[in-house]
Every structure is written in structure tokens, then in C-alpha cells.
């Protein structure tokens, strides 16, 4: 190993199964959640899902670290705080804006396996085990975020590596108290995890309640790996070794060339517009950019704007344009790398004048609209968060391990769970999967490719200043739930809390149901049912979000009722 470490400045089924996830969350929210520190006037702020992870990154930012240093050291502190979803065994996306007027991405996703082939999950010719997709090791995509983060490092980075590490090796073999909610979800997946894992793991040493201590030897040194030798921490020697042999215990695919060959990938961002707003966001391998672009695009064409906030014309429209969108998702989408997505037919007005013309007063049966595939709604086990800096630098990171705990699989004796992403592949060709997702031939399994993804992390900018930075979790519902939090800050004005907090909807072609959030007028719902909409109860997102005030100051928005979130700045 030898790396240089930089020291310089440089249908129903799915719906009770969504439910039941969701209805469990709020049954274990603690009684306090929020944690902020936001004097009168912030100019620099980290919202993430985690208080502690945000005060390693707002600690960052108060050290002189640039708006990626402080992304770089809240994700891998995630990896200790949040561990469903915070990662060093998966991948995700991050979305740019620097003070010098340059916009980028990001792209850390996870990969294939090289040996793996697009009936990896057959059995037999008509036997498919959707089960190995999800959990164990066949489920393992080689993972993405170290080489991301150190990517991003090297290019972008103003502070030492090892100071952005340090923080999340300090929480992780000191200890970090546990929320009601880390608590609860860890007593409720420990025990999948440790049948799942080698050995037993930190998750099942007992009976976890709030305010316990939680503390990460494994994974402690794995970080001290990261931190003196860099990607070749993660992807070589020690740690590569552990992550290899518990695959091979279990009989997985992953090889030690997969994790040596993996390379994230520096991607032009998705620019669109809406009214006076740029809007940069995640291309191709995540079709959540393109799907934002073309709803805000439908939102314009058709002036929905004009109907009311959340009046029922409004999201009858909204409803009509998210459901036109989703149905094209299986049919154009891949990575990027491996086919041909046609990008610019998907955002030209020609094509989606054409899609959104025809929506009328009522509504449009989902079997109506023409389409390829279909795409399903997962629980809410990703994790998003922003950055803005004092200079202006703008960071969005959405990142993942897939489902809660990723595949249960703990790399043995280095302390990290590892992905599921294996699962966003096309698993069966042409059926759902036990989540309704069915797979398009452009998303099938080919070793070394990105599955698909909605992950949309988005920059908005307004008259060349930086507006507001957005995302959130929540699979298939990434997209129309970004949507609606741009919507809100950018046509009716909302505060970025009173954006994020508002009802959502979300409608993604199949099945043909709409999604609602609880606090959804019950009237606006019954007069939705009148049109023709199949209306189910359904909490959406768990944003983290910042938004720019002309006069430079900055306001945050999480999510208060479903998560931990936290908002750090000054
Ligand atoms: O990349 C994707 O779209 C999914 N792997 C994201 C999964 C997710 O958001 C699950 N819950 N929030």
C-alpha cells in the first residue's frame, strides 16, 4: 500500500409492507428530536439526519474546512451515528456548486460484481431467488464511498484528510449515545444481522435503549485503515482482506480485482430550468435528476403554480405529471456507461409537451398511459445531507446503503454493514420484485455496471447565486418528494422548514395509487378520490435541506417528525 495523505489546503402488498415501515418508525420517535444551533444569521450550515454527524461537519466548517471537507467528514461520521443507511460499505451521489461559478457531480455508486451476468438471481429458468438480491452476500454491490470521498478529497478539499476521518474514529470508539430511534431500529434488525453476519455482531450485544452508549471497536479501526493509507484503507490490505473473506464464507461473487478496480466517476451535473431558477442535479446513473427536470418542465408547461399550494387542482396536476414520468423510468434508463441514455430526448420540449398536453380534469387510469416497466416505492433507509460553506461552496450527498442495514451482511472483524444495492438491478426481466419494481432491460445485471438509481441530490441556483440545496431518502419517491420542496421555495416562496415540513404527494405510474402525507387536508384528499385518484396514507421524505436568502444568510429544514435531524450554522 502507498498513498500519499494530502496535507496541504488543496399494489397492496407493497403498500401494508410501506405502512408497516413507516407506521413502526413513528411508533419509536423519541419525544425530542431536533438538535440546532442557528444563530440570527448563518452563513455557513451542515443538515443531516444525525445531530452528532452534523456537528462533526459544522465542527469542520468552524476549523476553516471547505463545504466539502465537512460533506466528507459527515459521511463517514454517518457511517458511525446512522448506521441503516450512513456508509462506508455502500455508495451514493453528490451534487456541487463552488463559489467560482463551477457545478459538478459525483458518482460513487456501487457496481456489479465483474462476474456477475443478468440471470445471476435464476435458479433455474423460471426460479429466481429475489431473496439473494436483497440479503447476504449475493446482494453486495462493491462498494463506492471511500474512493468517492477520497475523490472528492484530493480535488476539492482544503484540510487534511485524516482531520475529516478523525472525527467519525472518535465517535465510533468512544462511543455515541444512542437516539429512541437508533435505539429501537437496532434492537428490531439485530438479530436478521448477526444470523446474516460471520460472526455475532456490535448490533446484538443487548437490549439497546436511548441514551446507551454504542461503541465500534471494528469499525474504529477499519476508520484508523481509511485514515493513515486513504482508498487503499478500504480497498486494500487489511480491511479489503476482512470484506473478502466473509463474502467468500458466504459463498458471494465479490473478488478482490472488484474492490482494486472500483472507481467513482466525476459526471457533468443535469442543468434545467424552472421560471428563473437553475436547476443542477444528478444525471444518469440515478434517473432522479432527469425525472425532476421533466416534472418541473410539466409543472411550468401547465402553470400549476397558479392553481394554489396544495389545492386540489394542484395536485390533481401534479399528481397526472409525476405519473406520466414514472412510466417512462425502466424504459430509458441505465448507467450511462454501459447504454445509451437518451438524455437530451428526455428533456427536450418537443417530447414532453407531447407527455404532459393531454392531462385533463380527471384522472388518467395508470393502465392508460402508455409505458414500459414498472418502478415501487422503499422504505425510508437512505440517508441526505447539505452543506453551504462561508465562501459559497454548496455540497448534496445522497447516500446509501439500500434497504435498513443494507444486506445485514458485516464485513467480519472490520465493523461496517454492507450495501443491497444489488437489488435496484433488474432481477427478473419484465417482473416486480417483491417491492413492485420491474426491471427494464436497460438496468439488467452486467458485472462492473451501476444499477439504477432515483437518488436526486440538487443545487438551485437564482441569478447565478446559489438558492438552495435538496434531497432526501425514500426510493422511488426521491424524485416528486425533491420536486415538491423545490416547488415550494420556488413558487410559493415557503421558508426552507415550512418547504420540507408541508404534505406531500407522490403518484409513480404502478401501482395506480397516490401517496399522501398524514397532514394532508382530509378534504383535499376526498376531493382527489372524486377525480378518480386511489388515495393511501403514506408519510414521504425525510428532507435535509438549506436555502440561500438574498442577503446571504441561510436557513435549514429537516425533517422533525420522522428523523433525528439536526441543523448546525452560524
Ligand atoms: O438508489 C436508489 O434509488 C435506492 N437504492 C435508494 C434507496 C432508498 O432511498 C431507500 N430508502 N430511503
Not at 413513528?26 to 443531516?48: E, G, N, R, W, Y
Not at 471494528?218 to 476482512?242: M, S
Not at 399528481?319 to 427536450?348: C, H, M
Not at 404534505?503 to 376526498?526: F, R, T
Request: with cysteine; aromatic share 10%; hydrophobic share 40%.
Amino acid at each position: 500500500m502507498s498513498v500519499k495523505i494530502k496535507n496541504s489546503s488543496t399494489g397492496n402488498k407493497l403498500t401494508t409492507f410501506l405502512v408497516f415501515i413507516v407506521l413502526t418508525s413513528f411508533a419509536l420517535l423519541p419525544a425530542c428530536k431536533q438538535t440546532a444551533v442557528i444563530p440570527a444569521d448563518p452563513h455557513q450550515m451542515v443538515v443531516s439526519t444525525h445531530p452528532a454527524a452534523s456537528k462533526v461537519g459544522f465542527d469542520i466548517l468552524k476549523e476553516g474546512g471547505n463545504a466539502f471537507d465537512a460533506a466528507i467528514a459527515v459521511q463517514f461520521a454517518l457511517a458511525v451515528v446512522y448506521p441503516r443507511a450512513g456508509n462506508i460499505g455502500g455508495g451514493g451521489f453528490a451534487v456541487f456548486h463552488e463559489a467560482n461559478g463551477r457545478n459538478g457531480a459525483l458518482d460513487f455508486r456501487e457496481v456489479a460484481p465483474i462476474s456477475a451476468f443478468p440471470k445471476l438471481y435464476y435458479e433455474e429458468e423460471n426460479r429466481v431467488n429475489y431473496q439473494a438480491s436483497l440479503i447476504g452476500s449475493y446482494a453486495v454491490g462493491v462498494p463506492g464511498t471511500v474512493d468517492g470521498m477520497w475523490k472528492m478529497h484530493v480535488k476539492k478539499g482544503k484540510l487534511d484528510w485524516r482531520q475529516l476521518i478523525q472525527p467519525a474514529i472518535n465517535l465510533a470508539e468512544k462511543g455515541v449515545i444512542l437516539t429512541e430511534q437508533e435505539a429501537a431500529h437496532m434492537n428490531e434488525y439485530s438479530r436478521i444481522i448477526d444470523s446474516v453476519s460471520i460472526s455475532p455482531t456490535v448490533f446484538g450485544t443487548k437490549h439497546w435503549k436511548a441514551g446507551d452508549l454504542f461503541i465500534q471497536t471494528d469499525l474504529a479501526n477499519t476508520l484508523k485503515l481509511i485514515r493513515d493509507n486513504g482508498r487503499e484503507g478500504f480497498y486494500d490490505g487489511p480491511t479489503a482482506d476482512k470484506l473478502i473473506r466473509t463474502i467468500k464464507i458466504r459463498h458471494g461473487i465479490m473478488r478482490k480485482n472488484d474492490l482494486q478496480r472500483y472507481t467513482s466517476v466525476w459526471r457533468d451535473a443535469l442543468k434545467g430550468y424552472y421560471k428563473d431558477y437553475t436547476i443542477i442535479t444528478m444525471p444518469p446513473p440515478s434517473a432522479g435528476g432527469v425525472m425532476l427536470l421533466q416534472m418541473l418542465f410539466g409543472a411550468d408547461f401547465l402553470n400549476i403554480d397558479k392553481k394554489g399550494f396544495n389545492s386540489t387542482d394542484y395536485l390533481h396536476y401534479l399528481i397526472e405529471i409525476q405519473r406520466r414520468t414514472y412510466a417512462d423510468r425502466a424504459e430509458f434508463f441505465g448507467d450511462p456507461d454501459f447504454n445509451f441514455v437518451p438524455v437530451d430526448k428526455l428533456l427536450s420540449p418537443l417530447f414532453l409537451e407531447k407527455k404532459y398536453k393531454d392531462i385533463g380534469p380527471l384522472a388518467t387510469p395508470s393502465s392508460a398511459i402508455n409505458p414500459s416497466t414498472k418502478v415501487s416505492i422503499e422504505s425510508f433507509e437512505t440517508t441526505h445531507f447539505s452543506v453551504v460553506d462561508r465562501w459559497g461552496n454548496a455540497v448534496a450527498i445522497t447516500t446509501t446503503l439500500n434497504g435498513n442495514y443494507g444486506s445485514k451482511l458485516v464485513a467480519d472483524g472490520a465493523g461496517f454493514l454492507l450495501n443491497n444495492e444489488m437489488n435496484d438491478f433488474t432481477i427478473e426481466i419484465g417482473k416486480a420484485n417483491q417491492f413492485g419494481m420491474v426491471g427494464g432491460k436497460m438496468n439488467e445485471i452486467v458485472g462492473g455496471k451501476r444499477m439504477l438509481s432515483n437518488m436526486t441530490p440538487t443545487i438551485i441556483m437564482k441569478d447565478k447565486d446559489l438558492y438552495a440545496v435538496l434531497g432526501t431518502p425514500g426510493g422511488s419517491t426521491i424524485p416528486t418528494v425533491v420536486m415538491q420542496a423545490a416547488m415550494n421555495i420556488m413558487a410559493f416562496n415557503m421558508s426552507m422548514q415550512a418547504a420540507v415540513s408541508a404534505p406531500k404527494i407522490h403518484s409513480q405510474w404502478m401501482p395506480d395509487e397516490v401517496y399522501y402525507d398524514q397532514s394532508l387536508s382530509p378534504a383535499v384528499v376526498d376531493s382527489l378520490k372524486k377525480l378518480g385518484h386511489i388515495m393511501k396514507y403514506t408519510p414521504l421524505g425525510k428532507l435535509n435541506c438549506i436555502k440561500r436568502l438574498p442577503d446571504g444568510t441561510l436557513q435549514g429544514g429537516t425533517d422533525t417528525l420522522k428523523s433525528d435531524g439536526s441543523i448546525m450554522g452560524d
